[in-house]
């Protein structure tokens, strides 16, 4: 191996593990956060409110659309309900609750 190929090596090897120092030690100094105790380390971002609520970025749900998934939620389980009594009582399970013949 030339004396050229040797220089050239060392030169770009040394280069690497420079910037493999620099970047290890920059990001060991500084985390970004100021922890109000552990693991309780949320801050907003510079130019954001703490508390979103009353600010310009409240989403303000409506109630009545937030309300939409527990009734179908509750509708869901009163007709798995009716599909497990007329299984229990029949044998027979019935998807559609509209086919369960009533009592």
């Known amino acids: 191996m030339s004396i050229f190929k040797r220089v050239n090596r060392v030169i770009i090897s040394s280069?690497?593990?420079a910037a493999l120092a620099l970047i290890a030690s920059s990001a060991?100094?500084?985390?970004?956060?100021n922890c109000k105790a552990p693991g309780?380390?949320?801050?907003?971002?510079p130019g954001y409110p703490a508390v979103i609520a009353g600010s310009k970025y409240d989403p303000k749900?409506?109630?009545?659309?937030?309300?939409?998934?527990?009734?179908?939620?509750?509708a869901m389980e009163e007709r798995n309900r009716?599909?497990?009594?007329h299984l229990k009582k029949t044998g027979e399970f019935i998807y559609d609750v509209s086919e369960i013949p009533a009592e």
């Not at 749900?61 to 509750?74: S, V």
């Not at 009716?82 to 009594?85: G, L």
Request: glycine share 10%; charged share 30%.
């Open 15 to 17: 280069a690497g593990a």
């Open 28 to 33: 060991g100094a500084y985390d970004g956060t």
């Open 40 to 45: 309780n380390c949320w801050e907003p971002k």
């Open 61 to 74: 749900h409506d109630p009545m659309e937030l309300n939409k998934q527990q009734e179908t939620i509750q």
């Open 82 to 85: 009716k599909r497990v009594e």
